[in-house]
């Protein structure tokens, strides 16, 4: 099975899949994901996540006349309901092309050190570090946020942290820090792929119980669960619903988090 990888994310995503699926791993180092994108900006992600990640597995495919493929792709910014929190938003996708099969998972983290700040000294450098977990957390620095040449990527190291401060410090007055967000050089985003493999893994085992099809996983949370006071909905999952992609099998189950009532406390007429 290929992993589609130029960030040494097969180290964290390998050995799951071939301890659960009894595969056998391997990446194209020749392969440049960066041509679909980068974080610092260079290239441009033009598409979504999800289609990112489907494209750079295709590609990574068909130059390895391979059937199977794994593809990753994440995101940074704020958390999508957790005012405030910055999250970790990775997608992988599994793709068989001999049996027209793609599975996908999402793991939204909020274990994260993304960050990034404009700094003018050496000591707000060295705390900006310090905060992120430098050195195994590696660092980017530019002359400003939305500079797209002369960017000083893994950084890992008192001594280039130094020099390629001072050398952008001498030319601009100031210097924007960030975290290097690609995997190899961010041991909590890494941690973050791990789980998502292994989600991965364990829907790729989960099969259509009328056609045996891989990949017969949740397609819809319905809320509605009733309160146990008023009898009223909650907005708490009532039940899951899976679809088979293949021959369309439909599945709801009832009461997924083994409880058949919600807490007043969760209910909208009884705690307005």
């Known amino acids: 099975m290929l992993i589609a990888t130029k960030h040494q994310k097969e180290s964290v995503i390998a050995p ?7 595969v ?8 440049d994901t960066d041509t679909l994108g980068t974080f610092t900006g260079e290239i441009e992600r033009e598409l979504d996540p999800i289609s990112t990640a489907r494209e750079k597995c295709l590609q990574a495919m068909k130059i390895n006349n391979c059937e199977l493929g ?26 068989d092309k001999l049996n027209n099969i793609e599975v996908v998972v999402r793991e939204l983290s909020t274990s994260t050190n993304f960050d990034g700040k404009l700094i003018t000294t050496q000591k ?72 998502a493999a292994q989600k991965l893994a364990d829907k790729i085992k989960s099969t259509c119980p ?21 009898g009223s909905a909650t907005n708490s999952i009532l039940s899951y619903i899976y679809i088979c992609q293949s021959c369309q099998f439909i599945k709801e189950e009832m009461y997924p988090h083994h409880k058949t009532t919600e807490d007043p406390t969760y209910c909208d007429y009884c705690n307005p």
């Open 210 to 230: 009328q056609c045996q099809m891989p990949g017969f996983g949740i397609t819809e949370a319905k809320k509605g669960l009733p309160c146990s006071l008023c």
């Open 16 to 22: 799951i899949l071939e301890k659960e699926l009894g």
């Open 124 to 195: 707000e450098l060295f705390e900006f570090a310090h905060k992120i977990g430098f050195p195994s957390h590696g660092l980017i620095l530019r002359k400003s946020k939305d500079e797209k040449t002369d960017i000083h990527k893994g950084i890992t190291d008192i001594e280039n942290l130094q020099k390629s401060f001072e050398q952008l410090y001498e030319k601009c007055n100031a210097v924007y820090v960030e975290t290097d967000m690609r995997a190899m050089f961010n041991p909590t985003r890494m941690n973050v792929i791990e789980k």
């Open 70 to 95: 794994i593809a990753s792709e994440g995101s940074f910014g704020p958390h999508p309901s957790i005012f405030f929190v910055t999250a970790d938003d990775e997608f992988l996708i599994f793709i």
């Open 24 to 31: 056998i791993c391997f990446i194209d180092e020749t392969f």
